[in-house]
């Protein structure tokens, strides 16, 4: 399974960034794909998650409200929809895949096998 962002970049405080991750060598089902950001000297933090089954979905407090996870099941690609973006959203932002069964979204990193190569979001004051 390959995994990989694309849609960061710069954006003034305030915007909106839209990430995608295109999803190779399987279909999405069965997969709970799954939202992180890391920034430097800090562990990957999981921001918006989903369950391998069903359509629910979990977000970090620091974003809920701001950011949308959703998946496009035809195209094979999971998208992050981000609104009143702010400089403490400034990270590199990952996707990653897990196979599960269970109704519940996934959120921490320990439980993801694939992962994406990441794309920088920065966000200017």
């Known amino acids: 399974l390959q995994l990989v962002e694309s849609g960061g970049g710069l954006v003034q405080s305030g915007g909106s960034l839209s990430l995608s991750c295109a999803v190779s060598?399987?279909?999405?089902?069965?997969?709970?794909i799954s939202w992180f950001r890391q920034v430097p000297g800090k562990e990957r933090e999981g921001i918006a998650c989903s369950a391998g089954v069903g359509d629910k979905t979990h977000y970090a407090d620091s974003v809920r409200g701001r950011f949308a996870v959703s998946r496009d099941d035809a195209e094979n690609t999971v998208y992050l929809q981000m609104h009143s973006l702010q400089p403490e959203d400034t990270a590199v932002y990952y996707c990653?895949?897990?196979?599960?069964?269970?109704?519940?979204?996934?959120?921490?990193?320990?439980?993801?096998?694939?992962w994406g190569q990441g794309t920088q979001v920065t966000v200017s004051s």
């Open positions: 990653a895949a897990t196979i599960s069964l269970s109704g519940e979204a996934l959120c921490e990193a320990h439980w993801f096998n694939y």
């Open positions: 060598g399987s279909t999405l089902t069965y997969y709970a």
